[in-house]
């Protein structure tokens, strides 16, 4: 499926795309930069103006590629450098030639060692306005937590990964109390919703799942702020890593319930 996006505004600035094929998350990252840099300003990328058809054939001069460089025989170096990473920190506040922001693709983002994937995580936690980052992986979970944690995940796994419909339901229920602001819907759905350990498990699956679906434009369009869907992924994953621990689900829906709502003035790790 094409990625699509109201304006260039709701891209988050930070997406960590995952799927077992290399060559659909290349197709995704195309997509996010080519959002990034279109022209048309509303329902992108048009796929039809100059710097659409320049950034999904490469050329477009505020898009760059970091990935894997050929060690002195040739051959692919194992892993992303630090040295790789700080050019892109040096380069990142310059402002685009052509273009309102700045794309970086980081293909094989796992790639990246410790040394690289902490100084990424200083650009991460305070990005210049006009970049968009985009790391691309196969596994995520062999990126920081650090990392993960200031990036919209999206995965494009297959319709295989998609949530049952009852738990696609429910979270479609939250997301869309959680865009209305309202305290007070939120506690009579959770009211109504509260259930066992495997249900928070599915019900917290299917919520991830649609909140990359909102981030990404598919559904629900200006429901969420980029800002917010990025707040409640986070939350979502703090929630999905509680489960795996065997917390109680009633601490989790209790942690839903104070913390779903996006406070722009508190900081948020």
Request: net charge negative; hydrophobic share 40%; charged share 25%.
């Amino acid at each position: 499926m094409a990625l699509h996006f109201d304006t260039p505004a709701r891209l988050a600035h930070a997406w960590i795309l995952t799927s077992p094929s290399q060559e659909d998350t290349q197709r995704a990252s195309r997509e996010i930069a080519a959002a990034a840099v279109c022209q048309r300003g509303v329902d992108v990328p048009c796929g039809q103006c100059r710097s659409c058809r320049k950034a999904f054939a490469g050329t477009h001069p505020d898009i760059s590629v970091i990935r894997r460089l050929p060690d002195r025989n040739g051959n692919l170096r194992r892993d992303i450098i630090i040295d790789q990473v700080r050019e892109m920190i040096l380069d990142a506040p310059v402002l685009p030639i052509e273009a309102d922001r700045k794309v970086y693709i980081i293909e094989e983002a796992e790639r990246m060692n410790p040394n690289a994937q902490n100084a990424a995580l200083k650009l991460l936690e305070e990005p210049p306005a006009c970049a968009v980052f985009v790391l691309c992986t196969s596994n995520p979970d062999l990126l920081l937590e650090t990392v993960r944690s200031r990036c919209s995940l999206l995965s494009l796994g297959g319709e295989e990964d998609a949530p049952d419909a009852n738990a696609a339901k429910a979270a479609d229920e939250y997301l869309q109390i959680v865009g209305s602001g309202s305290h007070e819907k939120l506690f009579q759905w959770i009211a109504r919703n509260e259930g066992s350990m495997d249900e928070a498990r599915t019900f917290v699956d299917a919520a991830l799942y649609r909140v990359a679906d909102v981030t990404a434009g598919r559904i629900f369009p200006d429901l969420l702020t980029p800002q917010q869907g990025m707040h409640l992924y986070r939350l979502l994953s703090q929630c999905a890593v509680y489960l795996r621990a065997n917390v109680n689900a009633r601490h989790i829906y209790s942690l839903l319930a104070a913390e779903s709502f996006y406070e722009s003035g508190k900081h948020h790790d």
